[in-house]
């Protein structure tokens, strides 16, 4: 099955400097790539996906590039803000096929230094 | 709130206790998953419905877990003889399939954590 890997576990990063979150999958079928953020006590939420026919893929300050030969995707926060502390989850998923079940990393604990 | 919803919150249970959560997804969304959630962990799959068909079951789903969708709308997942380390934050999620198997991104509830002592 599918495996995630997620990295770093901790972030601390000044406000306004930019934040990096990197993920490997194992599974080369995987075609569907989201993050999500949890911040404490609260669901999960979608912040931003990545289809495996796109390399980057931004959005206001958060951007996500996969490279499919090397099986790892990233997330990118630029010019952070206190809001942004939370935990992050990338996850993949086979779309179009059955089960469209999310395999999850580990999280990143992101914590943004006023 | 139009978003997925799940009912207890929290749930304090002693072990060896049967206990139910019930998940309500967003009304049109067709496929339902659930996901178990533990601390300092991301969500891991455990069933997912198309409609009111079971259609996929997680090895971590011991005999002791079953999960229904009676009527493709909400759904219960109970747990019996309940033990303590199935101790977790129990997540639902729901999504849409459409025509050419065009699928949206899952939502997820707030969960129902499970305390079991």
């Known amino acids: 099955g599918e495996n995630v890997e997620q990295h770093p576990s901790t972030l601390s990063v000044q406000e306004g400097d930019s934040a990096v979150i990197k993920c490997t999958y194992s599974d080369s079928a995987s075609n569907y790539f989201p993050w999500y953020k949890q911040e404490l006590g609260k669901r999960p939420q979608l912040i931003i996906d990545?289809?495996?026919?796109?390399g980057e893929k931004k959005d206001q300050r958060i951007a996500v590039t996969l490279n499919k030969t090397a099986k790892h995707f990233s997330l990118h926060i630029t010019e952070t803000q206190p809001e942004d502390s939370a935990v992050y989850f990338c996850?993949?998923?086979?779309?179009?096929?059955?089960?469209?079940?999310?395999?999850f990393g580990t999280g990143t604990r992101l914590t943004i230094i006023p | 709130d139009t978003g997925v919803s799940q009912d207890p919150r929290h749930k304090i249970t002693k072990r060896g206790q049967n206990v139910t959560f019930r998940c309500d997804p967003i009304s049109e969304h067709n496929r339902l998953y659930w996901y178990r959630q533990t601390l300092g962990q991301g969500p891991e799959f455990l069933t997912y419905f198309q409609n009111e068909a079971q259609l996929e079951k997680s090895r971590l789903l011991s005999d002791r877990f079953s999960a229904e969708r009676p009527k493709g709308s909400f759904s219960t997942l109970e747990i019996q003889r309940t033990e303590q380390g199935d101790s977790a934050m129990y997540l639902c999620a729901s999504s849409l399939v459409g025509g050419l198997a065009v699928t949206y991104e899952q939502y997820f509830g707030p969960g129902t954590r499970l305390t079991v002592t």
């Open positions: 990545i289809r495996s026919n796109v």
């Open positions: 996850a993949a998923s086979i779309r179009g096929f059955g089960n469209e079940k999310l395999t």
